[in-house]
């Protein structure tokens, strides 16, 4: 069976990507990690058990929990695992999944050049995802068919 391990640490749109992947690809089995630290846990312990990588690129550093705050925002994290991720040679594919459209100082479009160069074993794409609208699910679809289907 196919794998796909989302990393994502916003609720709501974790919820709709979980949601998206049930739907459109049911008999792949998916798995959630919520925080850089248990992203980086289960890609450098298990990554190339994966046919794919869905990663934001901002994240807690901590998993939430009732009686956590979830640490401090890293917001480079997404970029912290693509490059242990290279280090590793872990070639597992990524798509970026972000809501962002500028990275420090950087435009999407930019940054999207910036990772096809130093990761080019890894990332393959980027998605902008909006709760308020649905083309990143065709956008989405269309990647992964692309990649592993």
């Known amino acids: 069976m196919k794998k796909i391990l989302l990393v994502e640490d ?28 248990s992203a980086q846990e289960e890609i450098f312990e298990r990554g190339s058990d994966y046919s794919l990588i869905l990663l934001d690129m901002s994240m807690s550093t901590y998993d939430l929990s009732t009686d956590a705050s979830g640490g401090l925002p890293e917001p480079s994290a997404g970029q912290y695992i693509l490059e242990g991720m290279f280090l590793r040679q872990i070639m597992t594919p990524v798509i970026v999944v972000t809501m962002y459209n500028v990275f420090g100082r950087k435009q999407l479009d930019a940054f999207d050049i910036d990772l096809k160069n130093d990761y080019p074993q890894n990332y393959k794409s980027y998605i902008y995802y909006s709760s308020q609208k649905n083309d990143w699910k065709n956008q989405l679809k269309k990647q992964i068919k692309e990649i592993i289907a």
Request: charged content about 20%.
């Open 10 to 37: 916003y609720e709501e749109k974790a919820s709709n990507i979980l949601a998206f992947l049930r739907q459109e690809f049911s008999n792949y089995e998916v798995t959630h990690c919520a925080s850089y630290n």
